[in-house]
């Protein structure tokens, strides 16, 4: 986990509203957490994060809420010669949370991903 206690100061004598306040966009805490499993050649990955409230005015009068996301994979790797492929398949916002990072701009509800990367080794 991180705690980031980040804060507004005026070089000056004056005061301004964000002395002393956290700074906008960034959350006093969030976390990570991830967990793999290697069976019969298939990779199963779960990611998990959360996020404090991060505020949208310089005089933290209003924020956006906290959120948590998680996100489900599983991938296949084939090796042949010197050809080396990638096949996957995740679930991104598993639980279908409702959530912002920025103001204004909401983060897509339950979404798929499914693909194959493919790289040439000597």
Same mark, same amino acid.
């Given at each position: 986990g991180n705690y980031n206690r980040a804060t507004g100061e005026t070089?000056? #004598?004056s005061t301004n509203d964000s002395d002393g306040k956290q700074l906008i966009y960034t959350p006093l805490y969030s976390a990570n957490s991830s967990f793999s499993l290697l069976f019969k050649k298939l990779n199963f990955n779960w990611y998990y994060? &959360? =996020?404090g409230k991060r505020? #949208? =005015?310089s005089d933290n009068t209003s924020f956006l !809420?906290?959120?948590n996301y998680s996100a489900i994979s599983i991938s296949? =790797? &084939?090796k042949y010669k010197i050809l080396h492929t990638n096949f996957f398949f995740r679930i991104?916002?598993?639980f279908n949370n409702q959530y912002q990072i920025t !103001?204004?701009?909401p983060m897509p509800p339950l979404n798929y991903q499914i693909g194959m990367s493919v790289k040439v080794k000597s």
């Open positions: 070089a000056n #004598t994060h &959360i =996020s505020y #949208t =005015s !809420e906290p959120f296949k =790797s &084939i991104d916002n598993v !103001e204004w701009r």
